[in-house]
């Protein structure tokens, strides 16, 4: 089937609309429904074992008036699997951390007996925007969370062109062709405010705008930079796995708009299920006329390939992804020349990245000013971020501009695990710093976060209490961008090495305090003199566990000790006599015997043979070996 006409499109999306009713922004469903979590982080907590279990259940109390619909990530990571039963006339119901088993009773007592199970109910805190209604749609404030880009993820099918047409899917790809001008679409894009989601935050319809106005009439290239590589971060693979149709529209409106006919996606290798559903999204796309050519009848030609990569970190600053992407090493080039001068093959060339295409298709849809009233002043829209670290509700969160990180922590994340006391966040991932409690009510935006030596990075967010070190994490974000460098300049070849050699002696407790001078003065010269951003913004952890917990640092060179006993040098293993019962466990565990004490007395640990391997520490249930 091709679709020729825009007409055409909205009649296929009023047949789709009957197969997933309202399902979208949460309405009661015309038919009985369950949907399943099968992103990666459903799949590696169980959910094919779930979704087998629901199969036969249904197989064998003869249900087959039941649709499954394997969706993406729901977002809430913390309750994988999850399971949503949609009934008609009712409202959606959402279980996580479902098993076979429970699943089973899921069938059973919910399915068939209209009954919500006592336990495992999750309530949704988030809003979807309405994109028949978004012109007026207002976020009730009711809901922490805004989902623009994330507006498909957890509730369409991501194998089914159908679902997403259904939600309006490729209705800004022919609005784009057949009512707007490349400039009125550039204009558009510009008007949002939207700024690019892969870290630097340069705005997008300016990039668009340069790239078009570069040499006119030469082949030109539009890039996806879904090399998604920061520690911690999984926004970008959960909107290819949830939603790859809004990335394929986006490009293809992005194409229309700087005047190139190719899109490249630039994925890493090491997502498979996101470039297994890519593909198929491809290939339905050309096979409904949506990609490939003549488009909407407009004349207008756009495929699009898919190119991989090794999973190098570099490799998401734009220069080193078209060397990668042309077959050559993955490292930086000096610029300028910029990609949208020269940048693929030699021909201009625009690179943006997931989260930046997943808001481009409500934008034309609704306007830039729709867009642009979300958010602060300067940063509009939303953020997703991927929360994650020491915080009860670990997942996918996208808030509006502006939300503050206790928002974020407290009230989307639900605070910090086992009653511990929050310490600090990582922003930006590798590349970013760390934020502590007196700054948890800065507006998150661009701004206020570099205004504060941080960074919004691509959109990883971990959390830190108070049992990190905050000189380890220093040390283990260098170790990352240390052996993530290319080595194509010294500063970050050479330099990272060394602020990653003093850590270590650090950590080790064999610094001098001449040692912080040397850290503090080499990681300047490296964010001033190395040639990319991963060079440039490799010392941030450094500089920012420095700036804000300077006494960590002291206290392991002067005192050889480290608080929170995760410098495993430092450690000094001991028994607290209150608590020891003399079960003999630790001792029997010490792979050294250097614990020594009779049944039902008191043990005592010999400093002088312990290799402080843990063996001990983990092994005791009365908590009477202690450390540091």
Known sequence: MRINTLEQLKEQRIQAEKTIQNRIFGQPSARPEVLIGMATCGIAAGAGEVKEAIEEELERLKLTDIKIVPVGCIGYCHSEPLVQVNLPGQPPVLYGNVDAAKAREIVKGHLVGQQLLADGITEPNFERVNLEEAKAFEPTGQRKQLRIALRNCGVIDPTSIDEYIAGHGYEALGKALTQMTPETVIDTVKRSGLRGRGGGGFPTGLKWEFTRKSRPGVQKYIFCNADEGDPGAFMDRSVLEGDPHSV??????????????????????????????????????????????????????????????????????????????EGKRGEPSNKPPFPSESGFWGQPTCVNNVETY?????????????????????????????????????????????????????????????????????????????ITEDYLDTPIDYESLKAIDSIMGSGGMIVMDETDCMVNIAKYYLEFTQDESCGKCTPCRVGTKRLHEILERITEGKAEMADIDKLTKLARTIKDAALCGLGQTAPNPVLSTLKFFENEYLQHIQEHYCATGSCKALVKYSIDKERCIGCTACAKACPVKCISGEVKKVHAIDQTKCIQCGACFTTCKFGAVIKP
């Open 248 to 325: 394929l529209e986006a490009m293809a409106i992005g194409g229309y708009a700087i005047g190139a006919s190719t899109g490249v996606i630039y994925i890493r290798a090491e997502y498979p299920l996101a470039i297994k559903r890519l593909k198929t999204a491809i290939a339905q796309a050309k096979e409904y006329g949506l990609l490939g050519g003549n488009l909407f009848g407009t004349g207008f030609n756009f495929d699009i390939e898919l190119r991989y990569g090794a999973g190098a970190f570099v490799c998401g600053e734009e220069t080193s992804l078209i060397n990668s992407a």
């Open 358 to 434: 997943a808001n481009v298709a409500p934008i034309i849809l609704n306007g830039g000013d729709w867009f642009a009233a979300i958010g602060t002043e300067r940063s509009k829209g939303t953020k997703v971020f991927a929360l994650a670290g020491k915080v009860n509700n670990v997942g996918l969160v996208e808030v509006p501009m502006g939300t503050t990180l206790r928002e974020i922590i407290y009230e989307i994340g639900g605070g910090i695990k086992d009653g511990h006391r929050f310490k600090a966040v990582q922003t930006g991932g590798p590349s970013g710093g760390v």
